[in-house]
Nanobody, 124 residues
Framework: QVQLVESGGGLVQAGGSLRLSCAAS????????MGWFRQAPGKEREFVAA????????SYADSVKGRFTISRDNTANTVALQMNSLKPEDTAVYYC?????????????????WGQGTRVTVSS
């Protein structure tokens, strides 16, 4: 079992920045690829970013590429999502997810563990 707890969400004006953090506990964090997903009201959960177990590989949704950066610290068992140049369409609940193994995927069904989410609201 891996327990994931997100933090860092809040209300921010368009153009602003937020840094989300996900703290993991349980099994060896370094054995898991990590992802961030988001879900806006009335919409399906969508992929935002992912990072391999080593941190050497990252991937992003086109909608956030160049604005968001995913990173991880395997000694601290954390993964972060730095979000810059935020837009109102980034408003959603953001979820951290863990996937056993090296590689990432953009499909939510490919992840084994999920956090409870942290809400991000971007005002125009």
């Amino acid at each position: 079992q891996v327990q994931l707890v997100e933090s860092g969400g809040g209300l921010v004006q368009a153009g602003g920045s937020l840094r989300l953090s996900c703290a993991a506990s349980g099994r060896t964090f370094g054995n898991y690829a990590m992802g961030w997903f988001r879900q806006a009201p009335g919409k399906e959960r969508e992929f935002v970013a992912a990072i391999t177990w080593s941190g050497g590989g990252t991937s992003y949704a086109d909608s956030v590429k160049g604005r968001f950066t995913i990173s991880r610290d395997n000694t601290a068992n954390t993964v972060a999502l730095q979000m810059n140049s935020l837009k109102p369409e980034d408003t959603a609940v953001y979820y951290c997810a863990a996937r056993a193994g090296t590689w990432t995927t953009s499909h939510p069904s490919g992840y084994d563990y999920w956090g409870q989410g942290t809400r991000v609201t971007v005002s125009s």
